[in-house]
């Protein structure tokens, strides 16, 4: 077994966790480290629910049990966390809300099957109240700093989701994406963040802001983790209306020698007058070409278009549908932009909602024939980054310039992936998101790789290296 001292160090990536495990580590161990990880840090608000010990412990039983039984657990003792909208039967749901919070009665697909694959749940997240902002600071009750500078947002709004899995509180963390959420936060704490194309993880027992294009992201530390998760999650679950059965179309493992990725030209290029930020895009993509990319330029405007249609349309609605009733029922505890942002659902009529859907699909085929142009997308995540007063200041504006490179994937039906892409001159992290069509989730796990093996630095917000999957593969041998 590991000594106290190297698993106070230990990483939580799932490659050092299964080799601790194989040099005699217990999940047993491995649960008190992580209360004494996230102890240490228990005032920043990055957790809102913790499973106590003795329930841990009940956990790691049943694990140790189906281990013996020689049950197949792909994420043997990996712990994680939820996000606070996110159902587990006898725990709190209070999507950042007090006076919205429940009971859950049943537990959420993604959940179980996870814990199904063998990872432990150790509590619930915070977030940005009703899943409603880019931010991470719209959380009433208290909300949790970025991982590398506590002025700034942590982004949003899985805000704990990300924190958490960037300080090496947990392995991996499942959030909620309906704008931005699954990717904005991970590039702002340095980490992957992963969503999947829209029914390819169940949303069942998830608090929805858009039901019909909410998705499920995972964070991690690397994108092989994140796409591990995946693995277990993904598939159709009858009791999720658009949850899809996930075609079973093979794509290349390695990176191919010659690829084209797609980009905006200069006129939608908009970095909100950061010029670090619009650097950092710059150097992302030349490691790209070097990694054996040309870029090609497409029309953004279907994109950016499909964007906008998020907040400043019927589809708000949506959100109107799941939250509307208590905004209405006590206003006291919802935060002011929050509030006014799932008020404008009011201004929309049915035939608004009809029109908006076809606007939708006229820019989707859109999208999707420039698509048809390249391989993939690569965008910057966030354009920027704000100081927490500055968000304070203009909760509105700043928050949509985030979602400026993210809000277009779930209308349109793509898949993407956050990865790290260095940290700015300021010591500020920096995402890089690619994106595909429907589907193909699996296609951008390669180049997702070779860009994180590019860029190498630390995992998330911790002083451990990132490991080449080669270096990984061989260590193991």
């Given at each position: 077994m590991p000594r106290l001292h190297d698993l106070q160090t230990l990483s939580f990536d799932f490659p050092s966790l299964a080799a601790a495990y194989h040099d005699g580590l217990s999940p047993r161990a491995l649960v008190q480290e992580v209360q004494r990880r996230i102890a240490i840090e228990q005032d920043q608000h990055i957790w809102t629910y913790l499973i106590p010990l003795e329930q841990l412990l009940e956990q790691v039983v049943r694990l140790e049990q189906a281990a013996a039984r020689g049950t197949r657990l792909p994420l043997f003792?990996?712990?994680?966390?939820v996000k606070?909208?996110?159902d587990?039967?006898?725990l709190p749901t209070s999507a950042g809300c007090a006076s919205f919070t429940y009971t859950a009665s049943r537990t959420?697909?993604?959940v179980a099957r996870l814990t199904a694959a063998g990872a432990i749940l150790i509590g619930k997240q915070n977030m940005d109240q009703f899943a409603t902002g880019l931010v991470g600071i719209r959380s009433p009750q208290g909300y949790c700093r970025n991982a590398f500078h506590p002025e700034y947002i942590p982004g949003g709004s899985s805000s704990g989701s990300a924190v958490a899995v960037s300080r090496g509180h947990v392995s991996f963390s499942i959030g909620s994406d309906t704008g931005g959420s699954g990717r904005v936060p991970a590039a702002l704490n340095n980490i992957v963040g992963l969503k999947p194309t829209p029914g390819r993880v169940s949303s069942d027992g998830f608090l929805y802001c858009n039901r019909s294009f909410d998705v499920a992201p995972v964070f991690a530390l690397t994108s092989d983790d994140a796409y591990s998760v995946l693995a277990s999650i993904e598939g159709?679950?009858?009791h999720d209306i658009y949850s899809v059965t996930v075609p079973t179309e093979k794509f290349p493992a390695h990176l191919p020698k010659h690829f084209r990725f797609g980009l905006p030209g200069?006129?939608?290029l908009n970095f909100f007058g950061d010029g670090l930020a619009e650097a950092q895009f710059e150097q992302a993509l030349g490691r790209l070409k070097a990694l054996g990319g040309e870029a090609v330029e497409i029309d953004f405007e279907p994109f950016a278009g499909a964007g906008r249609l998020v907040f400043n349309s019927a589809l708000i609605a949506e959100r109107w549908l799941t939250y509307g009733a208590a905004i209405e029922a006590d206003e006291r505890h919802v935060h002011p932009a929050v509030r006014q942002s799932i008020l404008a659902a009011k201004r929309y009529s049915a035939a608004d909602a009809f029109d908006t859907l076809y606007t939708l699909e006229a820019y989707k085929q859109q999208a999707?024939?420039?698509?048809d142009k390249v391989d993939l997308l690569a965008l910057p995540t966030a354009a920027t980054i704000y100081r927490i007063k500055d968000v304070e200041a203009d909760p509105l504006t700043l928050n949509t310039n985030l979602g400026y490179y993210t809000y277009f994937a779930n209308p349109l039906?793509?898949?993407?992936v956050s990865v790290p892409a260095g940290l700015r001159p300021d010591g500020l992290p920096f995402g890089l998101c690619l994106l595909a069509k429907a589907f193909e989730d699996n296609r951008l796990l390669p180049y997702a790789r070779a860009f994180q093996e590019s860029v190498g630095g630390k995992l998330g917000a911790t002083d451990h290296a990132y490991r080449s999957l080669a270096t990984v593969t061989g260590a193991a041998a």
């Amino acid at each position: 077994m590991p000594r106290l001292h190297d698993l106070q160090t230990l990483s939580f990536d799932f490659p050092s966790l299964a080799a601790a495990y194989h040099d005699g580590l217990s999940p047993r161990a491995l649960v008190q480290e992580v209360q004494r990880r996230i102890a240490i840090e228990q005032d920043q608000h990055i957790w809102t629910y913790l499973i106590p010990l003795e329930q841990l412990l009940e956990q790691v039983v049943r694990l140790e049990q189906a281990a013996a039984r020689g049950t197949r657990l792909p994420l043997f003792g990996l712990p994680f966390g939820v996000k606070d909208n996110i159902d587990v039967a006898g725990l709190p749901t209070s999507a950042g809300c007090a006076s919205f919070t429940y009971t859950a009665s049943r537990t959420a697909q993604v959940v179980a099957r996870l814990t199904a694959a063998g990872a432990i749940l150790i509590g619930k997240q915070n977030m940005d109240q009703f899943a409603t902002g880019l931010v991470g600071i719209r959380s009433p009750q208290g909300y949790c700093r970025n991982a590398f500078h506590p002025e700034y947002i942590p982004g949003g709004s899985s805000s704990g989701s990300a924190v958490a899995v960037s300080r090496g509180h947990v392995s991996f963390s499942i959030g909620s994406d309906t704008g931005g959420s699954g990717r904005v936060p991970a590039a702002l704490n340095n980490i992957v963040g992963l969503k999947p194309t829209p029914g390819r993880v169940s949303s069942d027992g998830f608090l929805y802001c858009n039901r019909s294009f909410d998705v499920a992201p995972v964070f991690a530390l690397t994108s092989d983790d994140a796409y591990s998760v995946l693995a277990s999650i993904e598939g159709h679950d009858p009791h999720d209306i658009y949850s899809v059965t996930v075609p079973t179309e093979k794509f290349p493992a390695h990176l191919p020698k010659h690829f084209r990725f797609g980009l905006p030209g200069t006129r939608h290029l908009n970095f909100f007058g950061d010029g670090l930020a619009e650097a950092q895009f710059e150097q992302a993509l030349g490691r790209l070409k070097a990694l054996g990319g040309e870029a090609v330029e497409i029309d953004f405007e279907p994109f950016a278009g499909a964007g906008r249609l998020v907040f400043n349309s019927a589809l708000i609605a949506e959100r109107w549908l799941t939250y509307g009733a208590a905004i209405e029922a006590d206003e006291r505890h919802v935060h002011p932009a929050v509030r006014q942002s799932i008020l404008a659902a009011k201004r929309y009529s049915a035939a608004d909602a009809f029109d908006t859907l076809y606007t939708l699909e006229a820019y989707k085929q859109q999208a999707w024939r420039e698509l048809d142009k390249v391989d993939l997308l690569a965008l910057p995540t966030a354009a920027t980054i704000y100081r927490i007063k500055d968000v304070e200041a203009d909760p509105l504006t700043l928050n949509t310039n985030l979602g400026y490179y993210t809000y277009f994937a779930n209308p349109l039906r793509l898949t993407a992936v956050s990865v790290p892409a260095g940290l700015r001159p300021d010591g500020l992290p920096f995402g890089l998101c690619l994106l595909a069509k429907a589907f193909e989730d699996n296609r951008l796990l390669p180049y997702a790789r070779a860009f994180q093996e590019s860029v190498g630095g630390k995992l998330g917000a911790t002083d451990h290296a990132y490991r080449s999957l080669a270096t990984v593969t061989g260590a193991a041998a």
